[in-house]
């Protein structure tokens, strides 16, 4: 009798050791890799507030992901000082459709940065993996909860598609890709959600303190980024499908965006290059002359944009330093409002103005008869009190 209570104790044991298997950080990750293998879909939901230089973007972010075949539907609001840009966009395989100031626009995949959005996929796993002894763990209910805390160069790998994707870079940016390799982390926290049935990564907490360098400029910007994420309705997601009308409206890239200057700047709209004389004879407002410019600057360049009624004068001395002056009706900016544009209040002409000094770039932003003003500088020659006393001069 004695052996046989000895040998039920001993079973049950065993079988409470085996049900309380003790998991590592590595055997979590790891598993969740293995999680997203099959995954079919998922939906996601994204806040992030990025603060560079005292100047604040945010990005919001609804959207669904699917798999076989690879599809994406998202909805964003960008925000920045005195403008807020909604995009809806639908991604099958090769093709993107994005919807941007109310057109479609068709766009080939490979030129876009979409995936930034997927987090649940075995690549961006696999980044978390490699510092899984750096992570440390407690379990909570139903969810293992990940922290990570540090400082170093090789957590940018963790941040670099938030970054990017929260500053709006949605393409395959050369220039963007030169400031990922400049990033410097000062500070850094992550927590990390992962479901104890499945395994499936549910949520994303992060904050970052970093300095990126300016290339060719030699000043360090700080920023703080932070930001959360939610994965939910895992396998749970409709096939995505692109409305018909959708595709029967979008235009090609191409047709609606153009290059106008050495770096590769791209405007929307309707415009063209005229004269300062021939679009004055179009627009009802006067066009007014600049004075007092640093030597070796001259006018460059003269556009109209037919859709806003509004007028960029560009001067340069060469591809790196350059000022823009830019007159628009205030009607037909629908991203105008002064009380949130950031930076320090001045006066035009007695007029309410603002000054964004950022040391590398300058601008100040006014109203003045019905007419939204702008003078943005960056290079040799511009200071505050410079493009202060531009604005002041203006005929």
């Known amino acids: 009798m004695k052996k046989l ?21 590595a055997d979590v990750l790891g598993k969740s890799i293995e999680a997203v293998e099959n995954l079919e879909s998922y939906s996601v939901e994204m806040d992030m507030v990025i603060n560079m230089m005292e100047m604040e973007t945010s990005m919001t ?24 840009m909604d995009i809806e966009a639908y991604a099958l395989e090769e093709t993107v459709y994005m919807s941007v100031f109310g057109e479609w626009l068709k766009v080939d995949a490979s030129e876009m940065g979409l995936e930034d959005f997927d987090q649940l996929n075995q690549e961006e796993m696999q980044k978390l993996l490699e510092f899984s002894e750096e992570f440390t763990m407690e379990e909570k209910e139903d969810v293992y909860i990940l922290t990570l805390s540090g400082e170093g160069d090789e957590y940018s790998i963790l941040i670099e598609d938030y970054l990017k994707s929260g500053m709006g870079d949605f393409n395959e940016d050369p220039q963007m890709e030169e400031m990922m390799e400049a990033i410097q982390v000062n500070n850094f926290n992550m927590e990390i959600h992962i479901d104890k049935k499945t395994f499936m990564q549910t949520a ?76 004055q004879e179009i627009v009802d407002y006067d066009i007014p002359e600049i004075h007092g410019l640093p030597e070796g600057y001259e006018l460059t360049e003269s556009i109209y944009d037919e859709a806003m009624e509004m007028v ?29 544009i950031e930076g320090e209040e001045v006066t035009v002409n007695g007029k309410e103005a603002t000054l964004l000094d950022m040391g590398f770039f300058i601008s100040l932003s006014w109203e003045q008869d019905g007419l939204l003003f702008e003078l943005a500088g960056s290079g040799d020659g511009f200071t505050s009190e410079t493009i202060l006393e531009i604005a002041e001069n203006l005929e």
């Open 5 to 25: 209570a000895i040998i039920l104790v001993l079973s049950l044991f065993a079988m409470t050791a085996c049900g309380t298997e003790t998991l590592s950080q």
């Open 61 to 84: 972010l609804t959207g669904d992901v699917t798999h076989n075949p690879d599809a994406m539907y998202l909805e964003m609001n960008m925000g920045i000082p005195g403008m807020s």
């Open 312 to 340: 960029m004068l560009s001067y340069e001395k060469d591809v790196d330093n350059g000022l823009m002056l830019s007159i628009v009706p205030i009607d037909n900016d629908p991203f105008f409002d002064q009380a949130f």
């Open 204 to 279: 994303q907490v992060f904050n970052a303190d970093l300095l990126i360098e300016e290339a060719g400029v030699g000043i360090a910007m700080p920023v703080n980024m932070s930001g959360n994420v939610k994965m939910t309705n895992v396998n749970g997601v409709a096939p995505i499908e692109i409305p018909e009308e959708v595709k029967e409206s979008a235009v090609e890239e191409d047709a609606a965006f153009l290059d106008f200057d050495a770096e590769g700047f791209e405007l929307f709209g309707e415009y063209q290059e005229m004269s300062v004389e021939e679009i």
